[in-house]
């Protein structure tokens, strides 16, 4: 009965028709539910309702060797952020963060870091000029109960620098759980400036953190699946959730420091004004950059000063950051996320403060043409060209006092970005043309954006070690942590490399 048979196979049709139908409707539902739920979007629904925390700075004393020595103590806390119950933290000296460290340039220092924490960690100097030996990076593991006493000279220019652990494999968990703080350094010409300087007061540090928090308030380091790690939806500026600040001064000056894991800012204010940017991760840039937007990726710091008018509120917003990845990525990397991040309060009668000067100090071009040797660097599958970190491995060295030229691609689709220590950088170019102004001055840390290629300029002054390594890695944590980094020494001239000390995990004490 051909009628029948056309008539079943039409049911048939229709009933599988109708279930592609089901299935295409709950794989879009599903869909737009994770799309949509992975953007986040906090603008106007913030609470500003807690005053914004500013780190002590911390207390210092000079030895009888003349040396300002600070202490450090990693330690346990808990902390209620208002998000359903008390938070168990990690603070040096406190139970989230740590204090600001102060130092000038020439004095020499000391830190007595002291590991409370109950596990093998370390403190590194993010964006400092120093010894390997004491940069504190994966080789310098400080073991629990020991104390590790690094040394150093300031010598580099005023710059907003910070610390955090570094232990191989663990940096993302002991950062999130809030360990890090900041180094501010001054000099001379700096202080000769006309720019707003009283911490605190008009010269606040503002560390941004972005955290995911379980119902009953604990962090939440399950991480996401765009690959990058941990991306939270509630922002802590300096460990304070709903922050506002009140501002007694006609312009304030603010020390951005992107402390997240894995997320990028990019920073401006809600009613678009524009701001002086006045300094990058190493120090202050020849002259301000007016402009209304400043991208931080993990690691990077910006110095920029606002101009207030009296009895406004201001919010500091971020807007969703071009990490030179497209769509769908993007969405699931931070791309498309929107934050109200600190609300300034302008006070109704503000003490004056001065223009910012158009001129700030002098920045030495390196010459490319001086450069002895050129490298390159692939990114992309956690590794590095093609390899992963390993602790026994120096993967190449420097020769002390010179100057070289490092090329770095990322081959793959996620952002990173890339971190030099020991050095401040400068970057020759991005995908072949002139850096933008942001990028023009010293840095330690960039992101990899657009089509992907940085070129950068760096002199390996001083500290010669031919065993002990310094790091390059990308600043997303849980990159670094899968294996995203590499060791270089600076040796003498004619030195060989040697080998970097055994035993994993090895801990002064
Ligand atoms: Cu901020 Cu190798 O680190
Ligand atoms: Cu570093
Ligand atoms: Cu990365």
Same mark, same amino acid.
């Given at each position: 009965? &051909?009628?029948?048979?056309s008539?079943?196979w039409?049911?048939?049709?229709l009933g599988?028709f109708?279930?592609?139908?089901?299935?295409?409707?709950i794989? /879009?539902a599903?869909? *737009?539910?994770?799309?949509?739920?992975? &953007?986040?979007?906090t603008?106007?629904e913030?609470?500003?309702?807690?005053?914004?925390?500013v780190?002590?700075l911390a207390q210092?004393r000079?030895?009888d060797?003349?040396?300002?020595v600070f202490?450090?103590?990693?330690?346990?806390?808990?902390?209620?952020?208002g998000?359903?119950?008390? /938070?168990? *933290?990690?603070?040096?000296n406190g139970? =989230?963060?740590?204090?600001t460290?102060?130092?000038?340039?020439?004095?020499?220092?000391?830190?007595?870091?002291?590991n409370?924490? %109950?596990r093998? *960690?370390?403190?590194?100097?993010h964006?400092?000029h120093?010894?390997?030996a004491?940069?504190?990076g994966?080789h310098?593991?400080?073991?629990?109960?020991a104390?590790?006493?690094?040394?150093?000279?300031?010598?580099?220019?005023?710059?907003?620098?910070w610390?955090?652990?570094?232990?191989?494999?663990?940096?993302?968990e002991h950062? =999130?759980?809030?360990l890090?703080g900041?180094?501010?350094?001054?000099?001379?010409?700096?202080?000769?400036?006309?720019?707003?300087?009283r911490y605190?007061?008009?010269d606040?540090?503002?560390i941004?953190?972005?955290?995911?928090?379980?119902?009953?308030?604990?962090?939440d380091?399950?991480?996401?699946?765009?690959?990058?790690?941990i991306?939270?939806?509630?922002?802590?500026?300096?460990g304070?959730v709903?922050?506002y600040l009140?501002? #007694? *001064? @006609?312009?304030?000056?603010l020390r951005?420091?992107?402390?997240?894991?894995?997320?990028t800012?990019?920073f401006g204010?809600?009613d678009?004004?524009?701001?002086?940017?006045?300094?990058? $991760?190493?120090?202050?840039?020849?002259?301000?950059h007016? #402009?209304?937007?400043i991208r931080l990726?993990?690691g990077?710091?910006?110095?920029?000063?606002?101009?207030?008018r009296?009895?406004?509120?201001?919010v500091?917003?971020?807007y969703?950051p071009?990490?030179?990845?497209?769509f769908?990525v $993007?969405?699931?990397t931070?791309?498309?996320? #929107?934050?109200d991040?600190? @609300?300034l309060?302008?006070?109704?009668?503000?003490?004056?403060a001065? @223009?910012?000067?158009?001129?700030?100090?002098?920045?030495?071009?390196?010459?490319?043409a001086?450069?002895?040797?050129?490298?390159?660097?692939q990114? &992309?599958?956690?590794q590095?060209? %093609?390899?992963?970190?390993?602790?026994?491995?120096?993967?190449?060295?420097?020769?002390?006092?010179?100057?070289?030229?490092?090329?770095?691609?990322?081959?793959?689709?996620i952002p990173?970005?890339?971190?030099?220590?020991?050095?401040?950088?400068?970057?020759?170019?991005?995908d072949?043309r002139?850096?933008?102004?942001?990028?023009?001055g010293?840095?330690? /840390?960039?992101?990899l954006?657009?089509?992907?290629s940085?070129?950068i300029?760096?002199?390996?002054?001083?500290?010669?070690?031919?065993?002990?390594? =310094?790091? =390059?890695?990308?600043?997303?944590?849980?990159?670094?942590?899968?294996?995203m980094?590499?060791?270089?020494?600076?040796?003498?001239?004619?030195?060989?490399?040697g080998?970097?000390?055994s035993?994993?995990?090895?801990?002064?004490g």
């Amino acid at each position: 009965m &051909a009628g029948g048979g056309s008539r079943l196979w039409l049911r048939v049709l229709l009933g599988v028709f109708s279930v592609v139908l089901l299935l295409c409707g709950i794989g /879009t539902a599903v869909g *737009t539910w994770v799309w949509t739920r992975s &953007a986040v979007d906090t603008r106007g629904e913030v609470d500003f309702v807690n005053r914004l925390a500013v780190p002590p700075l911390a207390q210092s004393r000079i030895d009888d060797q003349g040396r300002r020595v600070f202490d450090l103590r990693a330690q346990p806390g808990q902390r209620d952020f208002g998000q359903g119950g008390p /938070t168990p *933290t990690w603070g040096f000296n406190g139970d =989230y963060l740590g204090p600001t460290l102060r130092a000038k340039r020439g004095e020499q220092v000391m830190v007595n870091v002291v590991n409370g924490i %109950g596990r093998p *960690t370390s403190v590194h100097w993010h964006g400092m000029h120093l010894p390997a030996a004491m940069d504190g990076g994966p080789h310098q593991m400080v073991r629990p109960g020991a104390t590790w006493s690094p040394r150093w000279k300031v010598d580099q220019p005023a710059a907003t620098l910070w610390y955090h652990p570094h232990p191989h494999g663990e940096t993302a968990e002991h950062v =999130y759980r809030g360990l890090s703080g900041m180094f501010i350094l001054d000099d001379e010409p700096s202080a000769a400036l006309a720019l707003p300087r009283r911490y605190g007061v008009d010269d606040i540090p503002v560390i941004v953190q972005d955290r995911q928090f379980t119902s009953d308030g604990r962090f939440d380091d399950s991480g996401s699946f765009g690959g990058v790690g941990i991306l939270g939806d509630t922002l802590l500026v300096n460990g304070t959730v709903g922050p506002y600040l009140d501002v #007694t *001064t @006609e312009r304030v000056r603010l020390r951005l420091l992107n402390g997240s894991n894995a997320r990028t800012y990019d920073f401006g204010f809600a009613d678009n004004r524009a701001f002086d940017l006045i300094g990058t $991760d190493g120090g202050l840039l020849e002259r301000p950059h007016r #402009t209304g937007r400043i991208r931080l990726s993990p690691g990077e710091r910006a110095e920029v000063v606002v101009s207030v008018r009296p009895a406004e509120r201001l919010v500091l917003r971020s807007y969703p950051p071009d990490q030179g990845v497209g769509f769908p990525v $993007d969405r699931f990397t931070g791309g498309d996320d #929107t934050f109200d991040v600190l @609300e300034l309060r302008a006070a109704g009668s503000l003490t004056p403060a001065p @223009e910012t000067p158009d001129r700030l100090v002098p920045v030495e071009r390196l010459d490319p043409a001086s450069a002895v040797e050129t490298r390159r660097f692939q990114l &992309a599958g956690f590794q590095i060209n %093609g390899r992963s970190m390993d602790m026994d491995r120096i993967d190449f060295a420097v020769t002390r006092d010179t100057t070289e030229i490092w090329e770095i691609k990322k081959l793959d689709g996620i952002p990173h970005s890339f971190h030099v220590h020991d050095v401040q950088f400068q970057v020759l170019s991005v995908d072949g043309r002139e850096p933008p102004p942001e990028l023009r001055g010293w840095k330690d /840390t960039v992101l990899l954006a657009a089509g992907d290629s940085v070129r950068i300029i760096a002199r390996f002054a001083d500290h010669a070690d031919p065993n002990m390594p =310094y790091m =390059y890695h990308c600043h997303l944590l849980a990159h670094e942590d899968q294996g995203m980094m590499g060791q270089f020494v600076v040796v003498e001239p004619g030195q060989r490399p040697g080998r970097p000390p055994s035993g994993h995990g090895h801990a002064h004490g």
